[in-house]
């Protein structure tokens, strides 16, 4: 159906939209044709064909040398704006609303979980790298520009999982 979408001059990408017209939709509980398809698939499309589309779609050129430009002052700016800028960030203007009575932070919830939120949000790269398409010009600054944000997006991802990991943990009690 993608085939031949494609080679109509249709949009590709609505094909998987009318696929997901024709699943019957049945009563909706957990033996419906659709709950049982989006269950079967939705490991193989979070951890496989999503990152492969990302990755597909940035378009970065990997040249010999590639690390030598992670010192530049863009690549540290990068780096530095998801790895530190985003927790920060949010953390500040959370604590500020908070603080300003704007808003309240949910009973079970800790000040150290929103900065594990901000870790995650790190990994947007999807926004950088189209913020780096409009701020360079010069085409040998977006492709370093490019790594630099995918690198970040992993270091981010990776603190981000290992701070809620050991924040979030539940004790272990002596009945257990």
Do not use: C
């Amino acid at each position: 159906m993608w085939y031949f979408m494609l080679n109509s001059g249709i949009h590709a990408t609505i094909s998987g939209v009318l696929l997901a017209f024709a699943v019957p939709f049945g009563n909706g509980d957990e033996h419906s044709p659709s709950y049982v398809l989006q269950h079967w698939i939705h490991k193989p499309v979070a951890f496989l064909i999503l990152p492969l589309f990302a990755l597909a779609n940035t378009a970065i050129v990997i040249e010999p040398g590639w690390y030598n430009n992670l010192s530049s002052a863009a690549s540290l700016g990068i780096i530095s704006g998801l790895i530190i800028g985003k927790p920060l960030g949010i953390w500040i203007s959370t604590f500020i609303s908070v603080k300003a009575g704007l808003s309240i932070l949910p009973q079970d919830l800790q000040w150290r979980h929103i900065f594990g939120a901000g870790l995650l949000a790190g990994i947007g790269f999807t926004m950088s790298i189209f913020i780096t398409l409009l701020a360079f010009d010069d085409h040998s600054q977006v492709d370093p520009a490019k790594i630099a944000i995918m690198l970040a997006s992993l270091v981010a991802g990776l603190l981000g999982y290992l701070w809620l990991k050991n924040t979030l943990r539940t004790p272990i009690t002596n009945e257990e």
